[in-house]
């Protein structure tokens, strides 16, 4: 399983007690048949014991891995569309990286690995909400800074990580679930490390989006080249005017007992990943015809342009003075 010609398993700790135990784990290289095509192949995770992380680094393997199994697959496999339990039967490849006429351009973005499917339905669909949330803060603005009150004091305390050095923002703009996006500061203020997350308890997302930014932040520093912008006069004035945004305390904000999506985002539908020889743990991915199904870079974006996402909230119209997003 783990990569045979380099040391395939990282782990990194800081001195605070509820600091996470950080890893990063390459598991295998998956390349096509004609070797054009070379698929994602390293992952990260957070916990508090080597177990835990494993485990979800494993997930994160399982993910990448049956995507690739499904680009190469030309076989048929049902989706079913949560706002109505609809089913339709697409090639599995539709489920895969690359680009198709109904759902764009897609990448991991929506696909969760585990054994209970009900939990992981949770997590695709929130995962899917996220990078499309992260699209609206980014290029349009839509969200709040959050306030560093006591509470959300008490989490960046935990990780030995001091209010000057850290930028939270909240967004909830096409469903009613609770998503933060966290940049992590160096003294002289420039982006070292980013984070996102999507829950139904505003608490949790911040813990994982924090958690997230950290892993971040050690890639970036064992990355031969930063993995940021650093000392970039337009990145900088950008970023600056997205920190002068609204403010908001969410401490109070109250916990999502029902996930519940806007018009015309609720036609999510999820297909499973599973092919055989791969059984044990359950791998699907969540996909919609007029959201991004993936990350929100400029280029992605582009491709994209056409989705009733895109077009309803004018994001092209952005690109122009806009300067690339930072979660990475």
Not at 75 to 84: S, V
Not at 130 to 156: H, Q
Request: hydrophobic share 40%; aromatic share 10%; with cysteine.
């Amino acid at each position: 399983m783990f990569d045979y010609y380099q040391k395939s398993f990282f782990m990194n700790k800081t001195v605070f007690n509820n600091d996470p135990i950080i890893g990063l784990g390459v598991f295998k290289v998956e390349k096509t048949k004609n070797k054009k095509k070379i698929f994602p192949y390293s992952n990260t995770s957070s916990g508090k014991n080597k177990i835990e992380i494993f485990g979800k680094l494993h997930n994160e393997f399982l993910e990448r891995f049956k995507m690739v199994n499904n680009y190469r697959s030309n076989k048929k496999t049902e989706i079913i569309l949560i706002n109505g339990l609809k089913k339709t039967l697409v090639k599995r490849n539709v489920l895969t990286y690359g680009y198709d006429s109904k759902y764009g351009h897609k990448d991991t973005t929506g696909t969760a690995s585990g054994l209970n499917s009900n939990i992981l339905i949770e997590k695709a669909i929130c995962e899917l909400l996220e990078k499309n949330e992260l699209m609206l803060m980014w290029y349009k603005k839509l969200c709040s800074l959050v306030k560093i009150t006591p509470a959300v004091k008490s989490v960046l305390l935990q990780y030995g990580i001091n209010e000057k050095n850290i930028k939270i923002f909240y967004t909830q703009n096409i469903s009613n679930i609770h998503t933060i996006i966290v940049f992590i500061l160096d003294d002289d203020l420039q982006i070292i490390g980013s984070g996102i997350s999507g829950d139904k308890d505003v608490m949790r997302s911040l813990v994982s989006a924090v958690e997230e930014a950290l892993m971040q932040k050690w890639m970036d520093e064992l990355s031969p080249k930063p993995m940021y912008l650093k000392n970039n006069k337009k990145f900088d004035k950008y970023f600056f005017a997205l920190c002068n945004v609204k403010q908001i305390s969410i401490e109070n904000l109250k916990p999502v007992q029902k996930i519940v999506i806007n018009a015309p985002f609720d036609d999510i539908e999820i297909g499973l990943l599973n092919i055989a020889g791969c059984r044990r743990e359950i791998t699907i991915k969540a996909i919609s015809k007029t959201m991004f199904n993936c990350i929100p870079t400029i280029s992605n974006i582009r491709k994209n342009k056409t989705r009733i996402i895109s077009v309803l909230y004018g994001i092209e119209k952005e690109l122009k003075n806009a300067v690339e997003c930072a979660v990475i």
